[in-house]
């Protein structure tokens, strides 16, 4: 038999809730057909202050923020998008400087101010190895956020150029 595991984390409501530096991958995206969202809020529901930020998203089907009852404050900010599939657009949620490389699917966010889509890998070597290669295009193109934020995954300071890295990795 073949094991069948899955690193996505799945929101479906909440108000405040900050999800940042981290690396969310999967190795079997299409077993998993039907996802709303990563962050994702449905019918009447208040969706209030929830962040995105600086995360590293791999090959994940719906990876977006997608906020469909009353929706205020969310932010999806300085987050790296590699060979995901996007189903569903960014609803209810400001995005900005974020970096695409191989989307798919018919609602890839396009027109986000700060946004970069890349012909390249900005990975040292994905999937294994998620740090940023020494020429991405994701280095020092993300917005600076609060002083909470201001560590990677690994305990990095940041900036350590002239600005914010976008993803996981300073």
Known sequence: TKERTT????IVTTDGLQVYGNVIKTTDRDLYIYSPGFFSSMGNIISSNNYSYNNTFYNVRNPNMR?????????NRNNIYVNNDHQFANAGVISTNNFYYLPSGSNVPSGELGQVISTRSPFVNM??????ADNSEAIDRGMSLASDYATDYIGTPRPQGSAWDIGADE
Do not use: K, S, W
């Open 67 to 75: 906020m469909l009852g009353t929706a205020f404050g969310n932010e």
């Open 127 to 132: 999937p294994y190895d998620f740090r940023l």
């Open 7 to 10: 690193t996505q984390i799945q």
